[in-house]
Nanobody, 118 residues
């Protein structure tokens, strides 16, 4: 059974840091394109950061320079290091996987809540 489970969310003050983890089972992170997304209250889901099978990364402009995505293929875990968090980045953060860049993300975790206080 394919499963993605996020953890590491919580409450943090603006300017603080959090590290999210996404434990992957049923597939291998080395074979899939992995990504982090977020959905704030009353907002649409937006891109955060993505890591390809060749470990190249891509970031939304809003998080460049502050967020870092990485994978541990041996442990089958995707990470998101978030620094200098902003109040408006309060959201549910989700990880997802897809087979190809030409296909949509079809495997999703339930998400982990991040609350940033001002």
């Amino acid at each position: 059974q394919v499963q993605l489970v996020e953890s590491g969310g919580g409450s943090v003050q603006a300017g603080g840091s959090l590290r999210l983890s996404c434990v992957v089972s049923g597939i291998t992170t080395s074979s899939y394109y992995m990504g982090w997304f977020r959905q704030g209250p009353g907002k649409e889901r937006e891109d955060g950061a993505q890591e390809s099978r060749d470990r190249s990364t891509n970031y939304a402009d809003s998080v460049k320079g502050r967020f870092t995505v990485s994978k541990d293929n041996a442990k089958n875990i995707l990470y998101l290091q978030m620094d200098s968090l902003k109040f408006e980045e309060t959201a549910v953060y989700l990880c997802a996987a897809r087979v190809s860049v030409s296909l949509p993300y079809i495997i999703w975790g339930p998400g982990t809540q991040v609350a940033v206080s001002s």
